[in-house]
């Protein structure tokens, strides 16, 4: 008889601790992580449809916080992305400092904490144009002393009457450019047009290069 | 007495290749990105052999990404470090150079910076402001000054001055506003203005 006691004692017991679980003290987790290498407006982020715009940071370089209002539930998932660039820059789901992967999808609940890494960088486009002319070998063109250079191929015998069109590496939007004529070729001599300028929206493509006899 | 032989025979083939598996002849990739490569000379080596000389980039910008030609083994220990360096590289900084390969290694961080020379010139009959550049380095000249300084410019590198804005009602040319630094700084580069 003894044992038919503790029996229901034991299982009102169980069952008062799991209605306890079951209480109001519910986890909430909060869709929250930070943006690095923002510097322009307009960059809005969206999870599951709520879209969320996110500001520059005051201080330049430093990375910005954001959270989106809507608590999640134990379980509940979500998925973080980008639904408009900032202006001049690209935005993409990052990978987290000590991390291997990107972290902007999970489930709630699976880490403590909700903490999503989006990266941005500055868009860059080419620099170039066209070559006119050119029948010497070992013309090269130059960006400054750090935007690259390109050393245009040995012309073919006769050479060949279309323009050739070159590109020297990408240049950040908003950066200044200055191609000039690092290396004539033999027996040339090679001028520029519209050799400066400063990096926009797009390609350049009107830096152009007319060579003639020297 | 006959099988004894065969085991001991047996035992020595299997030492044997088990050697040949712990060779170098791995099949895993050991590289990463290195930056600052316009010259050659930059050599690179894992555990104090595998030298490897990192060819220069055809585009002149100095980063390009490498990897060993020898390939490395799982579980191997890898060690690089900078063997020597082109007479243009000042100092070479590694991260994550050092570790046991699970994966192919592609991880490896080598930052170099250049030696620099100063790129300074004068200027003539300036009466309003002037933009200089040199590629993405940009400077404005005040009206009036008579000289001006760029940043400075890595060894080796390419320059090119050129104007992003004359002054206003002038037009300015520029004179010895190309080149390549050598060993010691430019100061040469003159810039006149008119009317």
Redesign the interface.
């Known amino acids: 008889m003894k044992s038919s006691l503790i029996r229901p004692a034991l299982a009102l017991a169980l069952a008062a601790s799991l209605a306890a679980c079951g209480g109001s003290d519910k986890a909430e987790f909060t869709v929250a992580g930070s943006v690095n290498g923002l510097v322009y407006d307009d960059l809005v982020l969206t999870n599951a449809g709520v879209p969320l715009k996110v500001a520059p940071p005051a201080t330049a370089g430093a990375s910005v916080r954001f959270a989106f209002p809507d608590k999640l539930e134990y379980g509940d998932t979500y998925d973080v992305r980008v639904l408009t660039h900032p202006k001049h820059q690209f935005c993409e789901p990052g990978v987290p400092v000590d991390g291997l992967y990107a972290n902007n999808a999970d489930t709630a609940g699976r880490l403590v904490t909700i903490d999503i890494a989006i990266a941005c960088r500055i868009n860059e486009y080419t620099v170039g144009g066209t070559i006119t002319g050119l029948t010497g070998a070992g013309l090269v063109l130059a960006n400054g002393s750090t935007g690259g250079t390109y050393t245009a191929a040995t012309p073919a015998t006769p050479p060949a009457t279309t323009p050739i069109t070159y590109a020297l590496p990408t240049v950040k939007f908003g950066t200044t450019y200055g191609v000039t004529v690092s290396k004539q070729p033999a027996g040339q001599v090679c001028t520029v047009v519209n050799p400066t300028g400063t990096m926009g929206d797009a390609e350049v493509t009107n830096v152009n290069v007319t060579c003639v006899p020297a | 007495m006959k099988s004894s032989y065969l085991r001991a025979s047996a035992a020595l083939a299997c030492a044997v290749v088990l050697t040949a598996c712990g060779g170098d002849d791995g099949q895993l990739l050991l590289g990463g990105t290195i930056t600052g490569v316009t010259k050659p000379g930059m050599v690179l080596t894992n555990n104090g052999g595998s030298d490897y000389e990192i060819p220069v980039p055809?585009?002149?910008?100095g980063a390009t990404s490498f990897f060993f030609p020898n390939l490395i083994s799982s579980d191997d220990k890898y060690d690089v470090q900078v063997k020597s360096k082109p007479t243009n590289v000042d100092q070479c900084t590694l991260i994550q150079n050092t570790g046991r390969a699970g994966f192919d290694v592609n991880t490896i961080r080598i930052t170099c910076t250049f030696k620099t020379q100063a790129?300074t010139g004068t200027v003539s009959n300036l009466k309003n402001e002037l933009v200089l550049?040199?590629?993405?380095?940009?400077v404005t000249v005040p009206a009036g000054a008579t000289t001006f300084a760029m940043a400075r410019?890595?060894q080796d590198?390419?320059?090119?001055?050129?104007?992003?804005a004359n002054p206003a009602g002038q037009s300015c040319t520029i004179a010895n506003?190309?080149g390549?630094?050598g060993a010691a700084d430019v100061n040469n580069v003159t810039v006149t203005c008119a009317p």
């Open positions: 055809s585009n002149g910008t790129l550049v040199n590629g993405s380095d940009r410019v890595a590198a390419p320059y090119g001055v050129s104007i992003l506003g190309v390549t630094v």
